[in-house]
């Protein structure tokens, strides 16, 4: 028997993503973030869906933009964590990188070396996410240094990532985008601000460059779970298929430690997923499942090949029925909440044991 799981990944909904992150922002050029292979969704296939309408992409790490430059994706290619030594410096300029430049010693790097060509480059600010960046006061004499660099191609891009855009009135965006302001006040650069949360909801926030990545893929990061806000869909389905059914005596519990405990005579239905495909393990009791496009919830704890879903409720199911574990009818964000996470995990943690299948 062929294990049916599989992930249906639909490219054209990228690309009306993506459009609908142009719309968003309508002054603003887009560069669509494909890190961690698209966010599970496969970085060369996004890529080449989006390479006509896309103006960038962006990866978190120079090996994600060697094997899309190796697969022959000449448009521009942002590191966002920018290179770590001489030697990848020099491959960033061979390879026609752009880089981010976040730290002091990698701008003394840009300084010393000697490049085939000049490298375009991102200089990143600290705005108070307190992960990478100089400090604001810093970003003057950082330019400076940058114009008087052999190395740097311009228009130079100076660029600060928010650490609560997911959340529509926070203070700390507020702040986070004074203090860019202040940092490149005067200065003659392009900015750089905006992820998928602040892309939807803080128009201050849209500049030069806006780097959505969940929302290309049609989920958005917000606490409440919202309904197809601006006509954005989700691009990837996860199905299974039930591989067993039985019936379970009212008291009899299911699964690893007995966790779910039926409390009448129940129908348990075995859905071919497990953690070891990326279905989170964390899962709570409930976790919604769709079983022939009605709601299943999760009975009992998430095996490694398989899940155990009730039925009972539900029409009559049979081996071989179809099952939505999540996609455009079952929010990937429902079923994160269900298991202490957020969607982003769930789409970057699908394993490679799932079979990616590309609608286009
Ligand atoms: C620097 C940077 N910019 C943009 C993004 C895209 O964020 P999102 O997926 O929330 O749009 C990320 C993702 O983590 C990031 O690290």
Redesign the pocket.
């Known amino acids: 028997m062929t294990r049916k799981c599989e992930a249906v990944i639909d490219l054209d909904v990228i690309r009306a993503n993506y459009a609908i992150a142009c719309d968003l922002a309508p002054n603003s050029r887009v560069i669509a ?1 494909i ?1 961690a292979d698209a ?1 599970g969704h496969g970085a060369l296939e996004v890529t080449r869906a989006l390479e006509g309408s896309a103006q960038a992409f ?1 990866v ?1 790490i120079i090996d994600e933009a060697l094997e899309l430059r190796d697969a022959g994706i000449t448009k521009m290619i942002l590191v ?1 964590e920018g290179v770590d030594g001489i030697a990848d410096l020099e491959s960033a300029a061979k390879n026609n990188l752009a880089i ?1 430049v976040h730290s002091e010693s990698q701008l003394q790097d840009l300084e010393q070396a000697t490049l085939s060509n000049p490298v375009n480059v991102w200089l ?1 600010v600290d705005t108070g996410m307190h992960r ?1 960046g100089i400090n604001p006061d810093a970003v003057e004499d950082a330019v400076k240094r940058l114009r008087a660099s052999k190395n740097c191609e311009f228009p130079l891009v100076v ?1 600060t ?1 928010l650490a609560s ?2 959340d529509p009135d926070s203070e700390m965006t507020k702040k986070q985008i004074d203090a860019f302001d202040r940092s490149v006040h005067n200065l003659d650069v392009l900015e750089s601000i905006a ?3 602040a ?1 939807l909801t803080t128009a201050k926030s849209h500049r030069d460059w806006n ?6 893929y049609g989920n958005t ?1 917000f606490s409440e779970v919202i309904e197809s806000p601006n006509g954005l869909k989700p691009a990837m389905t996860l199905k299974s298929e039930v591989i067993a059914i039985r019936e379970v005596p009212a008291t009899e519990s299911v699964g690893y430690g007995g966790r779910w405990t039926a409390v009448g005579k129940s129908i348990i239905a075995t859905v071919a997923i497990g953690y070891a495909d990326g279905y989170p393990r964390h899962a709570t009791d409930g976790t919604p499942t769709l079983v022939n496009g009605q709601i299943a919830p999760l009975a009992g704890a998430v095996s490694m090949d398989m899940i155990t879903v009730d039925v009972t409720e539900l029409d009559e199911v049979k081996i071989g029925d179809p099952v939505i574990l999540w996609g455009s009818d079952l929010s990937v964000d429902l079923v994160a909440a269900a298991s202490g996470t957020i969607g ?1 995990e769930l789409l970057t943690g699908l394993t490679a044991r799932v079979p990616r299948r590309y609608l286009k």
């Open positions: 973030v890190k966010y962006a978190a966002m981010v990143k990478l660029c990532h855009s997911e992820n998928s949360g892309i780097r959505p990545g969940y929302l290309l990061p982003y």
